[in-house]
């Protein structure tokens, strides 16, 4: 049974800087895509960022040059590299990864990370 953990969460102030990971356990046979998704009090979720087995990435345009994400395939687990932090980027962050594990091709999330960006 494949599981996602994710962490690096906290409050920082602006201007800051934090890494998310999101580290999957289990049984995993192929890594197809992983993304990070936020969502603040009120809003609706959206992407942040996402990461292709072939190494493509695409970010949201309020986050780019600020984020990075990647991938550690020897440790299953998928990263989110903010700098530059900004209160608007205060949210619960969410890591998605679609994964061919011991059950077929399924898509996988975390629990959440909370971030807190203070002025």
């Known amino acids: 049974q494949v599981q996602l953990v994710e962490s690096g969460g906290g409050l920082m102030q602006a201007g800051g800087s934090l890494r998310l990971s999101c580290a999957a356990s289990?049984?995993?046979?192929?890594?197809?895509?992983a993304a990070w998704y936020r969502q603040a009090p009120g809003k609706q979720r959206e992407l942040v960022a996402s990461?292709?087995?072939?190494?493509?990435?695409d970010y949201a345009d309020s986050v780019k040059d600020r984020f990075t994400i990647s991938r550690d395939s020897a440790k299953n687990t998928v990263y989110l590299q903010m700098n530059s932090l900004k209160p608007e980027d205060t949210a619960l962050y969410y890591c998605?990864?679609?994964?061919?594990?011991?059950?077929?091709?399924?898509?996988?999330w975390g629990q959440g990370t909370q971030v807190t960006v203070s002025s």
């Open positions: 998605n990864q679609a994964l061919f594990a011991d059950r077929g091709a399924q898509n996988y």
């Open positions: 289990g049984t995993i046979l192929s890594f197809f895509k």
């Open positions: 990461l292709t087995n072939g190494g493509t990435t």
